[in-house]
């Protein structure tokens, strides 16, 4: 059945592919959008799906939100601030943004006469902090552990067991894991989530959480030195420079293709079963940091070596990927993109794409504000 959709954020690097997805289905879709500066430059990218109507508009501005909310179906809640470094002083804009710019769309739907019938809030494994570990010889399970600043200063970067001082292993994290916020955009994302299940709960308007791991994939901004760290990596490889990696690289995280994001976004939307749920999407496999600087410049044919300066970042957690159980069982997704392939996908795309190596700016930014 043909839906009136609106995206928030739909022109970024995930939106736009779900909007592309939606409207091959034959939906109507809305792109609601502000052209944020540090992403799109305040111009409409040219992969913007033509068959959709864009809309300039803020998220945080309620009358021009309101008067496209009231026309939707469905809503896919994308536009927020990305970035964990970033947020930690930009603290008022994403707040401003992520939360509040949220609490736009909820009120709306809780005071507005409308006939939406399903949101989807794009959230984060960002709110889990720390992965689930145990401990390999006692078999004991841990869900709240984390690294102390003097531990790190030390230049110890594993999770060890409180108890004994053994390394622990990294478990798949379940969505049942404790939330510890360890960023401000962890913070952000875990208020965006429980504002919309709760207002959407109050009013009978289904809603649904998808908690997005290390998302990868074509149109990602390869300027912008705050983004996924695939996207980092390849702006300085396109500008022969080697990748810099904090700590020892054997960091690891759930690197998931947009590709199988939209999946999940698509079934969330037209299954009765996401409704009022929060679901991971991910691979349920985990890869290091070091792994994914390796891999591309492999596919790039490059004899550059990644520089790995054993610096830490306050805020960076040491492992977590994903559990996928539920959203396999409750809305049959699997995902389909192989690590390396999604990489070759990236590097293809990005050939003809300008590429601004900001990564020393951003590291002398967190340096100044005592970040690193």
């Known amino acids: ?28 879709v809305t792109i609601f959008d502000n052209l944020e500066s540090q992403v799109h430059n305040g111009k409409i990218p040219e992969y913007i799906n033509q068959k959709a109507i864009f809309v300039k508009g803020d998220i945080r501005d309620y009358n021009k939100l309101k008067s496209e909310v009231i026309k939707a179906d469905i809503i896919f809640n994308f536009a927020a601030r990305v970035g964990v470094g970033q947020s930690m002083y930009q603290v008022k804009e994403y707040v401003d943004t992520n939360e ?23 959230s984060s494994m960002s709110i889990y902090g720390e992965g689930s570990y145990k401990n390999p010889e006692t078999g004991k399970i841990y ?53 919309t299940l709760n207002v959407g709960k109050a009013y009978g308007i289904p809603s649904v959480a998808l908690r997005f791991f290390n998302t990868y994939g074509p149109r990602q901004s390869l300027s912008n030195p705050y983004t996924g760290v695939a996207a980092i990596f390849m702006s300085r490889i396109k500008n022969n420079n080697p990748p810099l990696i904090f700590e020892d690289g054997k960091q690891a995280r759930d690197f998931v293709s947009v590709h199988d994001i939209v999946q ?10 996401a409704n ?20 591309l410049l492999k596919i790039y044919g490059s004899d550059i070596k990644p520089i790995i300066n054993k610096e830490f970042r306050k805020g960076d957690i040491r492992h977590c990927y994903a559990d996928i159980s539920k959203i396999k069982s409750k809305l049959g997704y699997e995902p389909k993109i ?35």
């Not at 200063?153 to 060890?160: A, M, S």
């Open 276 to 295: 009022y749920e929060t679901f991971n999407v991910g691979t349920g496999k985990k890869t290091s940091i070091k792994e994914v600087a390796e891999t």
């Open 100 to 122: 509040l710019g949220t609490a736009n769309l909820m009120h709306a739907l809780a005071n507005e006469e409308h006939d939406v019938k399903k949101v989807v809030v794009a």
């Open 1 to 28: 059945m043909k839906q009136s959709v609106l995206i928030t954020g739909g022109a970024g690097f995930i939106g736009s592919f779900l909007v592309d997805e939606l409207v091959k289905l034959g939906h109507e």
């Open 143 to 195: 869900h709240n552990v984390s690294r102390s600043l003097k531990q790190l200063k030390q230049g110890d970067f594993e999770v060890r067991d409180p108890e004994t001082g053994e390394i622990l292993e990294p478990i798949p994290t379940r969505e049942t894991k404790p939330l510890v916020s360890d960023s401000v955009y962890a913070i952000t994302k875990k208020n965006q989530e429980e504002l």
């Open 264 to 273: 999940a976004c698509v079934l969330a939307m037209e299954k009765n079963s």
């Open 338 to 372: 192989k690590f390396e392939e999604g990489m070759r996908e990236l590097v293809e795309w990005s050939e003809k794409q300008e590429a601004k190596d900001l990564v020393a700016n951003a590291y002398n930014e967190l340096k100044e504000k005592k970040l690193i």
